[in-house]
């Protein structure tokens, strides 16, 4: 059974377009992030929700918006993409603690590709 | 904010060889985190270390964790084709919520 998924796992679109990456996990952790690795393979956070609530917000346009309908899925949002945006975007969870150490179980990417 | 240095950046060894790959970050660690990215796939996570002078092995993989908690160094011995992949090394920042911050990955290519 698959712990962390994600949909779609390749993604081509056009510049401008609007475009949403799929998230789910099924291990009933309280906290799920998006990280997105570039094309030197450098893996950075963007964003991390914690029952449904915003936690971490690094310097990421406001075009990217998560949403997280219920703690087992935080989608993300891409508006008007741009040709910097190409990536591999990996969603990943982790177990509820109140501490920073619980171990992150990440999902097999989604590659963005904008042409 | 920290940030994680591996070396090398890149290996190609002969199977059956050991190899080390170093992970140094600019401040003290409190929790070091071993990742492996086989292409088209996700991170799997191989190994945590916290405690100063740590380590862990699983199957032919060792961690350690410095005393100085700064560095960390991953150990594979009699390198297989199977471990072939981009190591990572990630830092848990202190007192915030999870948030790991990745080092710039060593590629480990592994020949017959």
């Known amino acids: 059974d698959t712990a962390v998924s994600q949909t779609p796992k390749y993604l081509v679109t056009q510049m401008g377009n609007d475009k949403s990456i799929k998230c789910e996990q099924n291990l009933g952790h309280d906290t799920m992030y998006w990280y997105k690795q570039d094309s030197k393979k450098f893996l950075k956070i963007m964003f991390s929700y914690n029952n449904k609530e915003l936690i971490i917000n690094e310097t990421v346009p406001n075009r990217f918006s998560p949403k997280s309908p219920d703690k087992a899925h935080l989608n993300l949002h891409i508006n008007s993409l741009e040709l910097g945006d190409s990536a591999v975007y990996f969603c990943?969870?982790?177990?509820?603690?109140?501490?920073?150490?619980?171990?992150?179980?990440f999902g097999p990417g989604t590659r963005l590709l904008v042409l | 904010s920290q940030e994680l240095e591996q070396s090398p950046q890149s290996l190609i060894v002969q199977e059956g060889k050991n190899l080390t790959i170093n992970c140094t970050s600019s401040k003290t660690l409190y929790g070091l985190y071993w990742y492996k990215q086989k292409y088209g796939e996700g991170l799997i996570f191989l190994m945590m270390l916290q405690k100063g002078g740590e380590e862990k092995s699983h199957e032919k993989i060792t961690a350690k964790l410095d005393e100085k908690k700064q560095q960390s160094s991953l150990h594979i011995t009699a390198s297989q084709p199977s471990h072939a992949g981009i190591y990572l090394c990630?830092?848990?920042?202190?007192?915030?919520?999870?948030?790991?911050?990745f080092g710039t990955g060593t590629r480990l290519q592994v020949t017959l």
């Open positions: 990943a969870s982790s177990p509820p603690s109140g501490g920073p150490r619980e171990t992150q179980y």
């Open positions: 990630g830092a848990v920042s202190t007192g915030t919520a999870s948030k790991l911050t």
